[in-house]
């Protein structure tokens, strides 16, 4: 499965707001349109929340639609 990776979500500069650490770039799994993705975004190391850019919420999801479309 290829990772899609977002350059909006840069791990440098975030927190996780519960933990006070901060976070690093992980594979996560995203369901999406009844399929999954593998998704590089910031992520707390210690409580494994993720951040989710509004970027990628906004306009990365129509790109992944677009993959979709062209399979
Ligand atoms: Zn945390």
Known sequence: MSVIKVPEADSAGWSCANCNV???????????????????????PQCGIVLIPETLA??????????????
């Open 22 to 44: 901060e976070l690093t770039m992980q594979h996560v799994e995203l369901e999406y349109l009844d399929s999954l993705f593998n998704v590089e975004l910031p992520a707390c």
């Open 58 to 71: 906004l306009g990365k999801m129509n790109q992944v639609e677009h993959l979709l479309e062209d399979k």
